[in-house]
């Protein structure tokens, strides 16, 4: 009877903290854990992986569920999870924040539309920019790639007496300026444009005063913007491309593998 407790608590450990981890990155990556998507089915799909990669995963050491040991492994889990999963966030808000910009600049800006994923209000320049990423991200099996990503985590950083370095956390958190980074590069072309063109209508305001640049300007600045977005959407795919390979690098760094 002893020795089936023993085997019957550590199946149950080697489900629980696992299955931390894994939900936890469901939860915040892209996609998956988006709100759209119902709690109760993000939970199901987490416990269906977490069974079907149980097997192939280290042991757990601590074995003693009602403790309060357990509940800092628990709470570890869940840090080291939500970091992977927040570094797709901040990849798939790069393109987000590109398309507000160019909106911004050239006039697109008033074109809202709610944002699904967090419920607010964002352009609709924007929102195209998300739309297309997130379905580049569906076309690379990226959602595949973060799944083997956290599975490869447990045996780099294994559930163990080991903390998580707190350094990685402030370099988690200095990804805010290589997102805005990325997106200013993304943006660049059509802001320059957008920039010559404003340019331009303010030399010829200045060489004709009875020019109404509000009437004249404005349709064509938006029309222009268009263009503009068109004309560099070719981009689109190098910077998506490069910035899912810096992507990947920041999360191996991250779990040390």
């Known amino acids: 009877m002893d020795i089936l407790l023993e085997q019957l608590l550590q199946y149950q450990a080697d489900l629980l903290l696992p299955f931390?981890?894994?939900?936890a990155m469901m939860m915040v990556m892209v996609s998956i854990g988006g709100r759209t998507i119902p709690g109760p089915i993000k939970t199901a799909y987490a416990v269906a992986f977490t069974i079907m990669v149980m097997p192939v995963l280290p042991?757990?050491?601590f074995t003693n569920l009602f403790s309060f040991e357990m509940v800092i492994r628990v709470g570890q889990q869940i840090l080291i999870?939500?970091?992977i999963g927040f570094i797709s966030v901040i990849f798939l808000q790069i393109?987000?924040?590109a398309g507000q910009a160019i909106a911004m600049q050239s006039g697109l800006g008033f074109a809202s539309m709610v944002d699904?994923?967090?419920?607010m209000s964002v352009p609709a320049v924007g929102q195209f920019y998300l739309i297309l990423s997130t379905l580049m991200f569906w076309s690379i099996d990226g959602h595949l790639a973060m799944l083997q990503m956290v599975v490869k985590s447990f045996y780099v950083l294994p559930i163990n007496d080991v903390w998580y370095a707190t350094g990685n956390f402030y370099d988690l958190a200095m990804?805010?300026?290589w997102m805005f980074a990325a997106a200013l590069i993304l943006s660049l072309a059509p802001l320059i444009a957008m920039l010559v063109i404003n340019l331009s209508f303010g030399i010829m305001t200045r060489a004709a005063p009875q020019l109404n640049i509000f009437s004249i300007g404005f349709p064509f600045t938006m029309l222009s913007g268009l263009i503009v977005m068109w004309l560099t959407l070719d981009n689109f795919v190098f910077h998506f491309d490069n910035n899912w390979e810096k992507s990947i690098e920041y999360m191996c760094d991250l779990i040390n593998c």
């Open 95 to 97: 393109f987000v924040v």
């Open 59 to 61: 042991p757990s050491p």
């Open 20 to 23: 931390a981890r894994i939900s």
């Open 175 to 177: 990804l805010g300026g």
């Open 81 to 83: 999870g939500a970091a």
């Open 116 to 119: 699904p994923s967090n419920g």
